[in-house]
């Protein structure tokens, strides 16, 4: 959704533009149209985001930042005010909302004009209805992604990456100097893709190397018997008693590295979730996937049985990290 003034004004500027007889060259006036990333050939969300950030416009005209819809009261809860952007002295690119009691994803989308994709995809937000009172979410003003600088990112390779002209990156970011870009840094790719939101899901490990709790239930049933030492010897998973036939779920992305017969496992897939992070689902009565396939969080692997040394229909369900069996309690979401 573009907001209609940002509309108009960008109609403005392709007006204005072929009065001219296109864009004049650097040294042809006082709008410098060079390096600005000022194109005619992007698509329209790329083309308005660049203009209505155009650095150098000094004369531009007025360009009001969306205003939420006035609502007809009653609906307190999920009125949000969104933060003014204040054009001149705050070039930032990216707003902050703080999030206030009642407020919904979905309001604050609405009151700021922008899609919920690219709200997620900016916050790293994983689940949507679980806003935290306080909690404060970037903002961008088109649609696009927010970028992290990561220590060696260039801007070449970042915009190849998302496949945007590196000029409009230039110019709606108003970097100076292109060519040093600082770790952390935080740059908006307008027009980037955006991922859906609904398929988005939570980094399994931190920063800091952490796993983290991040793993879906691949099925859901009672614990039959938990992590840990169990008749003398460890048991390295939590069995989860369902009966034969039920659908498995991967717990996470990740790719098969093992599908098949594996002696006490019995039918037994592995899969490999990048990290050091592997999850494995044993006793199964049927697999569905092949090694070497990519899989979605989610995504049937297989139906759960009693095959190997088990003695019920149950699945057996491991998370590993770094080789090693961790306690998968601790880290499925609810
Ligand atoms: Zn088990």
Redesign the pocket.
């Given at each position: 959704m573009k907001s209609e003034p940002v509309m108009i004004f960008a109609l403005f500027c392709a007006l204005y533009a072929v009065c001219l007889g296109g864009p004049p060259t650097a040294s042809g006036g006082n709008e410098d149209w060079s390096g600005t990333g000022m194109s005619f050939t992007l698509d329209n969300n790329t083309m308005i985001a660049s203009m209505a950030r155009f650095p150098q416009w000094d004369n531009r005209p007025e360009v009001t930042e969306p205003k939420p819809e006035e609502e007809n009261g009653e609906t307190a809860a999920s009125e949000v005010a969104p933060v003014e952007a204040e054009e001149e002295s705050d070039p930032s690119p990216i707003l902050i909302h703080t999030v206030q009691k009642g407020e919904t994803l979905w309001d604050i989308a609405k009151a700021y004009n922008i899609d919920i994709d690219t709200i997620a995809a900016a916050n790293d937000l994983v689940n949507l209805n679980q806003l935290r009172v306080g909690q404060k979410l970037n903002i961008l003003k088109v649609k696009g992604v927010l970028h992290t600088v990561a220590k060696g990112d260039n801007l070449w390779d970042i915009a190849k990456k998302y496949n945007v002209d590196v000029k409009v990156i230039i110019a709606y970011n108003r970097l100076s100097d292109p060519e040093n870009l600082q770790p952390n840094q935080q740059l908006v790719i307008p027009g980037a893709k955006v991922p859906k939101a609904a398929n988005r899901q939570p980094a399994l490990v931190s920063a800091a190397g952490k796993l983290q709790k991040a793993f879906y239930y691949p099925v859901y049933g009672r614990v039959?018997?938990r992590f840990g030492p169990r008749w003398g010897r460890m048991?390295?998973?939590?069995?989860l008693a369902v009966n034969t036939g039920t659908p498995v779920k991967a717990a996470a992305a990740g790719r098969v590295t093992f599908a098949g017969s594996n002696s006490g496992y019995g039918l037994l897939v592995k899969l490999d979730h990048g990290n050091s992070v592997e999850t494995r689902y044993?006793?199964l009565s049927r697999i569905s996937v092949k090694v070497g396939q990519q899989i979605e969080a989610g995504q049937v692997i297989g139906y759960s049985g009693n095959t190997g040394n088990?003695t019920g229909p149950?699945?057996?369900?491991?998370i590993r990290y770094k080789g090693k069996a961790v306690d998968p309690s601790l880290y499925l979401l609810k």
């Open positions: 039959s018997s048991h390295e998973g939590m069995d044993a006793h088990s149950h699945l057996h369900f491991e």
